[in-house]
């Protein structure tokens, strides 16, 4: 595995690649210990991806293909301006192409590089999952859907997908976990943090029941918060900046969690297990000390749990690490990775090739040596049934065409960016 040098970390942003403005003081800026996780099994549990739309069109059977080829895609974008851009600026390719669009360059250029055992592809952009039209909204996942399975699965054997749903129709949702959801590879359904209620609610228990009866975990990603059917972006509406909206996205989370446990989602549905994508990390502990403290008081409220809130999340729920949070003093984040049980409920994601993602040593280093292992592959591998002993075979060729450029190439209409 090609491990961050010291002359690399001295060139790089915190999360340890290359950024567009200067680094950060040494003095403010971590140290990051030079192969932290050199020795582990990696799972990356967060991958962005686009696939070729044309791919995707050719899947939508009409009236929908028609509306696809109009430039239809969903709800739209919350509007808000990243001056760095979504997509980092070094993915692009001397040919043109972006590495997130070829399945063949994510393989070389991230999966290769960093030593990554297996990776979880999950789409870029999905605006469709957030759009009233629960149909539409339907249709294109079901598309995508079929375009991961077909162009994106078979080339390596590292890769693993999560299916997507949209949540608006949690009965349609059911039906296309049940249509996908035993292809060998398809490990996860994946829908967006941004909903019209809570995900705790009995309304979404289809999806629960569907993926439970599968095996399969149901994960959220945030990005669409404030756009279509989510109405407004936090609790206190919408906020004035990019750097205000991205750092709201873990109240989401936090409300979404609060409620999945509360409401008793894991009574009603025992053998669901649930994935907080992109979301942080450093809040739970906390938020998990005042639910157990209010659960204590107000249990009456709450009849169907049986013990503390923070003992079926650790059996239930798993969080992705990126965005890890950052202190001018590690110490203090392994600290507070202490406070929970990180070994079971964390599990390493690099967010590539996203504008914050992080590194897989940056992310090791910032997790008390003792769970390291846990955190950056046992987890995941025990969460999707996959074997930390694989012997990983080569990946399929490229295919190359009569002009010598990769045949798999992205078409030119490719939306660039992602959701957040």
């Not at 009236?63 to 851009?85: L, T």
């Not at 600290?335 to 090739?353: C, G, N, W, Y």
Request: a negative charge.
């Amino acid at each position: 595995m090609k491990a961050v040098t010291t002359t690399q970390v001295s060139k790089a942003g915190t999360n340890g690649h290359p950024v567009a403005s200067e680094a950060l003081p040494a003095a403010v800026r971590p140290a990051i210990p030079v192969g932290a996780a050199s020795d582990l099994l990696i799972v990356d549990c967060d991958i962005h991806f686009t696939p070729d739309p044309k791919a995707i069109e050719r899947r939508l059977p009409q009236p929908w293909r028609s509306r696809w080829e109009s430039g239809s895609r969903g709800a739209g974008g919350s509007g808000y301006w990243n001056p760095n851009g979504v997509i980092r600026r070094d993915t692009r390719l001397p040919d043109g192409r972006y590495i997130d669009t070829d399945p063949h360059a994510m393989a070389e250029h991230h999966l290769d590089r960093n030593g990554i055992t297996y990776g979880m592809l999950n789409l870029a952009s999905f605006t469709f999952a957030v759009t009233p039209e629960s149909d539409w909204g339907a249709a294109i996942a079901s598309a995508t859907n079929d375009t991961i399975i077909e162009d994106w699965l078979p080339v390596d054997p590292r890769y693993r997908v999560s299916m997507l749903v949209s949540p608006v129709d949690p009965v349609l949702a059911a039906k296309e976990i049940r249509r996908v959801g035993r292809t060998p590879g398809v490990v996860q359904v994946l829908m967006p943090s941004a909903t019209p209620m809570a995900l705790g609610r009995r309304f979404f228990d289809p999806i629960y029941e569907a993926a439970s009866e599968l095996g399969l975990p149901v994960a959220v990603h945030p990005g669409f918060e404030g756009v279509g059917v989510s109405l407004q972006a936090t609790a206190v509406g919408q906020p004035g900046s990019y750097l205000e909206w991205h750092t709201s996205l873990s109240g989401t989370f936090q409300a979404h969690l609060v409620s999945l446990l509360a409401e008793g989602t894991f009574q009603r549905h025992p053998d669901l297990k649930f994935v907080l994508v992109e979301g942080g990390v450093a809040w739970l502990p906390t938020l998990l000390w005042r639910l157990d403290k209010n659960w204590r008081a107000l249990r009456m409220t709450a009849p169907w749990l049986d013990r503390p809130p923070s003992e079926i999340a650790a059996d239930h729920v798993r969080l992705t690490t990126q965005p890890i949070e950052e202190s001018p003093n590690p110490d203090h984040v392994r600290q507070i990775m202490r406070m929970f049980p990180a070994e079971r409920m964390a599990m390493f994601s690099s967010d590539f090739p996203h504008w914050d993602g992080d590194t897989p040593d940056f992310t090791a280093a910032s997790f008390p040596p003792e769970v390291r292992r846990q955190v950056m592959g046992l987890t995941a591998c025990d969460l999707y049934h996959l074997d930390p002993m694989v012997t990983v075979r080569a990946p399929v060729p490229a295919p190359v065409s009569i002009t010598g450029k990769p045949a798999s190439a992205v078409s030119t209409d490719a939306p660039r960016g992602g959701y957040e």
